[in-house]
């Protein structure tokens, strides 16, 4: 650390301290970082000393113990501490009061500074902390961060998979990326847009689909951190097709999931010509093909044959289930003021939530229909042929992440509301996408860190099964957790059957006539409950905990405990940081990069279904990786090294301008209402609405594309699919709605330049 030339020897000033903020956190402690005999001028550089050396170790700083001469004012010696000292006092945890983290550990890191004849000396110092570091991405979330001057700061989740530094080169690039867009019409745009991405980002992944004018109809993008979330949290997928957001009227269809917080996660998003089963077939299989061919286990539409029909088509093992969300809404566009009867909505609800049998269902539904006289009505008669797709009597079994809660469904299905409206471009969407994405993974960026810094406060202090969900579940699953352990205190319960290891019980909650049955098997730990809650949504339910205090369990059995809700669920995810360059320039090092690692997921992914293909894939790995430490140990330091250009160079290919797409002129560009929504008509308004969906089922003028004026014709060939330089070939597809399906792909010659493909 530099001194200060006018300042005593040995001394460290205030400006000095504030140097080290450039360092990086998470280093490891070294004789620099021994803060030993450091002398600064006052107790506020003291402060700014160890903060500054708590933020290159990562963690952070509260004040501790001062000592004052003997009757004086003045400070003789002042400690400052590690954060995670001590330990909570407990407190009065009333319902209504916020519960803080318990972020104590007991940690022993701390300084104490000695004041001598005004100068502040480190006299005692502990570097040793019984706790995990803040890794460098997560320095801006430390509490003493905030003394750090703001030029230090940075913004999570702008470059790369992770959330690492934002600089300055990143903030123009985001901030500017409407300026760059050029003027040859909108879904040049669109396509320029897409192919900077996929320059940037080595697992970004779209494709587009052209009528026989070579005319864009539909198109699906998603970004390489979406591939790595849905690793995580694919299980569940809810794709909604009820929204227009866009100057064309596109239909908008955003695939979305639930990470381990309970908050949205984008997996993706569409925009479409139309909803026919062709459509959704081709999307369906783009999204499966840039997700690793690996389906959902549920994924949660609105109600729409043709989505159903592609559904069984591409995913013929995903549970297919209707929001719930949706359903409701449609309810008062079929029957008017009779949805607001409280009676009404009693039956209704009791047929969409409350029926835990079919036979209950069956009764249930029948005296709705009789009660209210619409055994004739279309929409409900329609409703009653899938009925298995959205009662409880028929779904409770089925892994829904909690999506199918009114709370929840509410949420995903407005999750694209207020992103746009009918003037807004399609470059300006997936602009405005991208910002509501980098919102949310933000949130969650947040909520980890949270979870990492402390465990919620519990409710029973003595409870090991509560201590164990506090360590393991984040906040938020923690507390639904929580709320079902304290609901089996308000249980009764009667045991049936004890035989050896196999006990059977009835497990009533009090003021509720529901009776779940409870099986427990005391040798394996196992245990199901009637009611399937662990099924539905991953947790433990009050009756089944219930049973295990009877039993005197306090750990949750490891079979119980789902990844996806715990604090560790993304552990072992693939991640990379977009390093400075050193010898190359950025771009070319960037597009270099993206490139190979394109080239080895390519590699991988068709090695992963086959263990003699993975072993050999491990083993090459292994060799490339010792020869390229042995290379890069015989080059001599600072040599350059000049990888990539040919790489680099593929993209500076002009590539035709395409036009504009036309207007769609007589739809509405507000939320587009599911076949389940839709109000009865009289037959003069059936003709009108005819008239109008037989215009939609056009293709709109969207961009031409001419592949044949050009020699190098690759403007779809990095968008269409994720590995570009993989050898592909052209093909068609005839549609439904005379709409041909035209993927463009492209290979590469022996000499690196690309071939020539006619339509």
Known sequence: ????????????????????????????????????????????????????????????????????????????????????????????????????????????????????????????????????????????????????????AHVPGVEGFGDIGFVNRDCYTYMNRQKTLMSAGD???????????????????????????????????????????????????????????????????????????????????????????????????????????????????????????????????TRHCLCRWHILKSVASQVGDLSENSEFKYLFNKCLTGCEEAADFQQSWDNLI?????????????????????????????????????????STGNVLVGLANDITSLSKFVI????????????????????????QSKVLKKSGILGQASNVYTNKIYKLFEEELLGSIGTTWTELVSRDTLHTFEVREEGSQRVCTVKFNSHSA????????????GILCCHALRVFGIKNLTRIPNQYVLKRWTKEAKGGMMGYEQSAPHSMNRKDE????????????????????????????????????????????????????????????EGNDACTPVLCPSHMEDLSSTRHKGHCEKRKTNPSKEAISAGKSKQSSHPILLPSIDINSRSQSNSLCDQHHMYPNAPLSTHTQESSTNVLSVSYDFSQSDNGTHRKYKL
Request: proline share 2%.
């Open 526 to 537: 196992e245990i199901f409950c009637s009611c399937k809650k662990f099924e539905s949504l």
């Open 370 to 410: 009789q009660k209210y006289n619409i055994g004739n009505h279309k929409w409900f008669n329609t409703l009653y042929e899938v009925r298995a797709k959205w009662s409880t009597a028929f779904t409770k079994d089925v892994f829904t992440g909690g999506i199918s809660s009114s709370q929840r469904s509410e």
């Open 590 to 649: 960037l597009v270099w990069r993206n490139s190979m690692i394109r080239f080895v997921c390519n590699s991988i992914y068709k090695a992963q279904g086959m263990d003699t293909a993975r072993k050999l894939c491990i083993k090459k790995l292994l060799e490339f990786d010792r020869e390229i430490d042995e290379e890069v140990a015989r080059l001599k330091l600072g040599e350059e090294r000049n990888l990539g250009t040919d790489i680099a160079n």
């Open 187 to 317: 879904s040049q745009n669109l396509l320029n847009l897409f192919k900077s991405k996929q320059a940037e980002d080595s697992l970004f992944f779209y494709t587009v689909q052209v009528d026989q004018e070579n005319r864009i109809t539909n198109f699906f993008w998603r970004d390489g951190r979406s591939r790595l979330d849905y690793d995580c949290f694919g299980d569940v997928l809810a794709f909604d097709t009820t929204c227009r957001t866009n100057k064309y009227n596109l239909i908008c269809a955003p695939f979305v999931g639930v990470n381990h917080h309970w908050q949205n996660v984008m997996f993706g998003c569409a925009f479409m010509l139309d909803e026919t089963t062709t459509s959704f077939e081709w999307l369906f299989k783009s999204f499966l093909e840039s997700m690793g061919n690996r389906p959902p286990k549920t994924i949660l539409t609105d109600h729409n044959q043709a989505i159903s029909n592609a559904i069984e088509i591409v995913f013929p093992n």
């Open 432 to 455: 405005a996408y991208e910002k509501l994405v980098a919102s949310m993974r933000s949130s969650e960026f947040n909520e980890d860190f949270r979870c990492k810094q402390g465990a």
């Open 1 to 152: 650390m530099a001194s200060n030339i006018n300042s005593k020897p040995g001394v460290h000033t205030l400006s000095d301290v504030e140097e080290t903020g450039d360092m990086e956190l998470g280093t490891q402690v070294g004789e620099d970082d021994n803060l030993m005999g450091k002398v600064v001028n006052s107790e506020d550089e003291a402060y700014a000393l160890y903060n500054a050396y708590a933020l290159r170790v990562g963690f952070s700083i509260r004040k501790g113990k001062v000592r004052y001469f003997t009757g004086s004012k003045k400070i003789r010696s002042r400690e400052y501490f590690c954060s995670k000292e001590g330990f909570k006092l407990d407190e009065d945890l009333e319902e209504k009061k916020v519960r803080r983290l318990d972020t104590r550990t007991g940690c022993k890191a701390f300084v104490r500074f000695s004041n001598e004849d005004g100068l502040w000396k480190v006299v005692a110092f502990n570097p040793q902390h019984n706790h995990e570091l803040a890794m460098p991405s997560e320095k801006h979330l430390l509490k003493s961060a905030r003394r750090m001057p703001i030029s230090k």
